[in-house]
């Protein structure tokens, strides 16, 4: 068996693949509006939100573009901040779009620092971009205390938020923690395959429509064909299918186990790593990811080497180093869809590979992590 364990996209369970393998139905027809009406509420309950959520066929990065061109008039200022490869693409998105960013630059191994936002908001400041879950480095931040630099200094920017990789796997609250945009996407922490995009909308954004030139994208005319179950466009149906039972696994085992699940492997991955020797990439334990860990290969080892050995002798894809992190990381996912033997058999063939690849690591990463499982077991 293959073991894709990459930061996404992530292994779609059997019960996922088997929902989405029923015929395609009419999406003008009344079938079709019961799945969308009993979908839509039961999605916005992953985003702990009330408020509307847009789904879109698409990766990730369309629903990053909607979020952007939904809200904002050209030539407008946003703010980010260089947490790693996915805040740098996006920024980039931003100013091919006409946009003035104010990009502050980082060291790929901290979040977004509260404070910093507060210094860098100018009167122009239109929208604040943040990543939540940065998935090239395995560092997480911290959104309330965002919210309440944003709150501290009475600024009326929007708060955009990717939650990509943490949607589904790291508690995230759309509404208690007063983000503006989320966007989301399928094939990560959803257990689904690629395909789906998201935007969690609060009434705030929906009220600030900007002037960006959108059609696909504009969230005005999904909203409307919403309310009676269809949408403006073909929809992507088997995918929605998929959705809804991915949806009704998360509901089985509750968003709280659900998060609490993936905390404990996240744990127990760093263990391992930190009896191998090695080091975790992200420097702030308030900012462990608990969707993948990023790990460091000691200088002279190349973390693609390391990549290429156990692929070929474990059948396990891991995440490379991406962007400046090229050779110097590999990311180990644990998100979505996941449980201890699964991690058992991820570390454990982590641990072969190192060792194959020559990397001088110590004895017992493994048993570590197992006897965390063991200890926090129910
Ligand atoms: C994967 C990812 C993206 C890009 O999503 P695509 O589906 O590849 O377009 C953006 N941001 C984050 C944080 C991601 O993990």
């Not at 630059?105 to 400041?125: F, K």
């Not at 309440?148 to 955009?160: E, S, V």
């Not at 208690?176 to 998201?198: I, N, R």
Request: aromatic share 8%; with cysteine; net charge negative.
């Amino acid at each position: 068996m293959h073991f894709l364990q990459i930061p996404g996209p992530t292994n779609v369970p059997g019960r996922v693949l088997r929902a989405m393998s029923r015929p395609t139905i009419d999406h003008r027809g009344p079938e079709f509006a019961e799945l969308t009406l009993d979908l839509l509420p039961r999605l916005r309950a992953v985003f702990q939100t009330r408020h509307d959520v847009v789904v879109y066929a698409s990766s990730g990065t369309g629903a990053w573009e909607a979020a952007l061109v939904n809200t904002l008039s050209p030539g407008d200022r946003v703010l980010a901040f260089e947490t790693g490869h996915f805040a740098t693409l996006w920024c980039q998105m931003a100013a091919r779009l006409g946009l003035e960013v104010d990009f502050v630059p980082g060291d790929w191994r901290h979040g977004v620092d509260p404070d910093l936002v507060a210094e860098h908001l100018t009167d122009q400041t239109a929208a604040v971009m943040v990543v939540h879950n940065e998935t090239s480095t395995g560092v997480r931040s911290r959104i309330p205390e965002i919210r309440a630099a944003l709150d501290r200094a009475g600024h009326p920017a929007l708060l955009l938020v990717d939650t990509i990789s943490s949607l589904g796997s790291m508690d995230y609250r759309h509404d208690e923690w007063g983000v503006d945009v989320t966007v989301g996407c399928s094939q990560k922490g959803l257990m689904l395959p690629p395909g789906l995009g998201f935007n969690a909308i609060s009434p705030k954004a929906l009220a600030h429509p900007g002037r960006m030139l959108r059609s696909y994208w504009d969230w005005r005319p999904v909203l409307a064909a919403n309310r009676t179950g269809y949408f403006p466009h073909t929809p992507a149906t088997n995918l929605l299918y998929g959705l809804a039972e991915a949806l009704t696994m998360m509901e089985e085992e509750g968003l709280d186990q659900v998060f609490a699940r993936h905390d404990r492997h996240a744990e127990a991955t760093r263990r391992a790593v930190r009896a191998w020797g090695l080091e975790v990439l992200c420097a702030d334990p308030r900012e462990y990811s608990s969707a993948l860990t990023a790990v460091m290969t000691p200088p002279g080892f190349d973390a693609d080497e390391v990549r290429r050995v156990i692929l070929e002798r474990y059948d396990m894809s891991l995440g490379a180093g991406l962007g400046r992190l090229s050779g110097q990381i590999f990311r180990i996912g644990h998100l979505g869809h996941f449980n201890d033997l699964m991690l058992a058999g991820t570390l454990g063939g982590v641990e072969m590979g190192l060792r194959a690849a020559g990397l001088p690591i110590k004895e017992g990463g493994v048993q570590h992590a197992l006897a965390y499982l063991a200890e926090t077991g129910s």
